[in-house]
């Protein structure tokens, strides 16, 4: 079974400056995807970015970059010029692609609450 | 607004009582997804259905839970006998068998309590 690990339970960074999240994961498989969900208070958690494990290119979406570093079976999310509006619970997950009518499941971590001071 | 709902987003009930949720995905989406999250944790994986037809349910999923897909649209997640340690998000996520099919896009979730 997969794991997922985010070893910060609380983050804080001051507006306009540099904030980089953990995640590890254990898992024996080759092919996956790698996600960093955030969920604002009291709001629904949407998608931030997601990283094919085949891919060596880092995804990048805007503010949001990750460091994939599949041998190490780690995947950070680095955010830039951090906005007030970043302040959210965010959890990193993990999906096992399936075939054939089986499963996407997303395995979460515990989630890293990051909030962004003035 | 065309995205994921969810109905109620609160309910408060006894223990003992059942209760039902509701989630209508995302129109397009052939699949359909149950997590449930509780305090200070990530989601975790409860059920999944493709189309009308249930794929796969977590061992979290007692038999006093059912949820089905009636006509591969909506989905209910029905709690029978419930107990206090229910409380929880319920959330539901919807994805389509398209390019991007691993994308799941959330609703706002149900918050059970369980007095």
């Known amino acids: 079974a997969q794991t997922v690990t985010q070893s910060q339970p609380e983050m804080s960074v001051q507006e306009a400056e540099t904030v980089t999240l953990s995640c590890t994961y254990d898992?024996?498989?080759?092919?996956?995807?790698l996600f960093w969900y955030k969920q604002p208070p009291s709001r629904q958690m949407i998608l931030v970015i997601r990283?094919?494990?085949?891919?060596?290119q880092n995804a990048t979406e805007n503010r949001f970059s990750v460091n994939f570093q599949k041998a190490a079976k780690s995947f950070s999310l680095k955010i830039s010029d951090s906005q007030l509006g970043d302040t959210a619970m965010y959890f990193c997950?993990?999906?096992?692609?399936?075939?054939?009518?089986?499963?996407?499941?997303?395995?979460f971590g515990k989630g890293t609450l990051l909030t962004v001071n003035p | 607004d065309t995205g994921v709902s969810q109905n109620p987003r609160h309910k408060i009930t006894k223990r003992g009582q059942n209760v039902t949720f509701r989630c209508d995905p995302i129109?397009?989406?052939?699949?359909l997804y149950w997590y449930r999250q509780t305090l200070g944790q990530g989601p975790e994986f409860l059920t999944y259905?493709?189309?009308?037809?249930?794929?796969?349910k977590s061992r979290l999923l007692s038999d006093r839970f059912s949820a089905e897909r009636p006509k591969g649209s909506f989905s209910t997640l029905e709690i029978q006998r419930t107990e206090q340690g229910d409380s929880a998000m319920y959330l539901c996520?919807?994805?389509?068998?398209?390019?991007?099919?691993?994308?799941?896009?959330f609703g706002p979730g149900t918050r059970l309590t369980v007095l």
């Open positions: 990283q094919e494990a085949y891919k060596q």
């Open positions: 259905f493709q189309n009308e037809a249930q794929l796969e």
């Open positions: 996520a919807s994805s389509s068998s398209g390019t991007r099919d691993n994308e799941q896009f």
């Open positions: 997950a993990f999906m096992k692609p399936s075939r054939g009518g089986s499963n996407y499941k997303l395995t």
């Open positions: 898992t024996s498989e080759n092919n996956y995807y």
């Open positions: 129109s397009e989406h052939n699949r």
